[in-house]
Each structure stands twice: as C-alpha cells, then as structure tokens.
C-alpha cells in the first residue's frame, strides 16, 4: 500500500458546484495536513495547513481531517474557474521529517 | 510573503553537460528542500538541508549533489547531465517545522 494515495481524476465539474478532494494515508504517525494548488508551469502554493485532526476553513476552502479513517479532504465551495488547477496533499510526522505528496488531482472548473 | 526563487524558469543543456540550478529564499528559513516533478510519478524528494553546509539525501539522490554555503541560498547540481534528468525542477524552503514548505516557480530542465 503506497503511504499518500490520491484520486487520479481529472475532475471536471460546473461553476459554482462544491467540489470535495480526497486523500487516504498509512502512515498513522502524520500530523501535519497539507493542501497545495498547482497552476499549470508554477510552482505548488501552500493553500491549507492542519495539525492533527478536525476541520479548518478558510474562505470557500475547507480542510478535514479523520485520523481515525486516515483520510483527509479538501472542500471547495462555490467552485470558480479560477479554481482550475492541480490539488496536491501533502502530510508528514513522527520520525521521517519529510513531507509524502499524493501525486495531486487536476480540477477543471467549466464557467 | 514567502519569497521563493529559481534561477531560471527554462533551461536546455546537452547530455554530460554540468548544470547548476539555484534557489534562494528571503525569509531565514532554516530548510531548504529540492525535488522533481514528473506526470505520474508525481513530487520527488531529491536533497534536503536543514542548516548551512548541511544536507541530506532525499529519496532519489543519484546524479545530484548540492551546496548550502549561506542559509538563504540552496543549489542542486547536475554533475553530467542525462536525458532522464529532463523534468521539472522544484525548489522549497521552511521555518522551523520541515512540513509547511513554501515552493518557488521552477525550473524546467530539458536535456538533449
């Protein structure tokens, strides 16, 4: 079982729809929750940070965090075509002080 | 804001060529962490460092080294490029924790 496993998508959905990104983990010593979006030929921008578990809001972005499913979630609401990019988690913890990327989903929002 | 900095944002270079790619960051911060980005295989941990003249392999070191000489300055190095070292080239820097990484633009690396 690989360690951060992301939906491979792509997603295409309609403006103004909620759109719900996933990630599921092995590794239970990770802590430290992490959302990066990816516009095409940039560089990953650090979107959402959490520390152990619950939610976290910011704007029309939510975090979720479910240590005991091992599952994070990223909730966009409202979705923009603005919002069109590639969602990467990220996580890290305990005694490998590295962050472990999912492979990132590519999110099309169509106006 | 974070500043992160790359170099160059394109560049090609022949095969056996050395190549340097810089990264430099304007907010102290301790780490500094290098990857590639390749479709389907997704980001790559190459070197990381958390202090001056310090570092530390990462997941797919071979064919790279690096230079950490000032804290703000990071450098991965290309001894004799080869073709399968075409990718893209991302740099990062943190504070205290290794796991808030804040990311330059990239380089993408092309090599004929």
């Known amino acids: 079982q690989k360690e951060v496993e992301q939906d491979p998508g792509p997603l295409s959905v309609p403006e103004g729809a909620i759109v719900s990104l996933n990630c599921t983990y092995s590794?239970?010593?990770?802590?430290?929750f992490m959302w990066y979006r990816q516009y095409s030929r940039k560089g990953p921008e650090l979107l959402m940070y959490t520390y152990s578990s619950g939610n976290k809001e910011d704007g029309r972005f939510t975090a979720q965090v479910d240590k005991s499913s091992k599952y994070i979630s990223l909730f966009i609401r409202d979705s923009q075509p603005s919002d069109s990019a590639t969602y990467l988690c990220?996580?890290?913890?305990?005694?490998?002080?590295?962050?472990?990327f999912g492979k990132g989903i590519t999110l099309s929002v169509r106006p | 804001d974070v500043k992160v900095t790359q170099s160059s944002r394109y560049l090609v270079k022949r095969t056996g060529e050395k190549v340097f790619l810089e990264c430099v960051q304007d907010?102290?911060?301790?780490?500094m962490f290098w990857y590639r980005q390749d479709p389907g295989l997704g980001l790559r941990l190459i070197y990381f460092s958390y202090d001056v003249k310090m570092k530390e392999k990462g997941d797919i070191p071979e064919g790279y080294s690096v230079s950490r000489e000032k804290k703000e300055r990071f450098s991965l190095i290309l001894e004799s490029a080869s073709t399968n070292q075409t990718s893209m080239y991302l740099c990062a820097s943190s504070l205290m924790t290794p796991y808030t990484q804040y990311f330059g633009p990239g380089t993408r690396l092309t090599v004929l």
């Open positions: 990220a996580m890290g913890g305990g005694a490998n002080s590295k962050l472990t």
């Open positions: 590794n239970s010593a990770f802590q430290y």
């Open positions: 907010m102290d911060h301790e780490n």
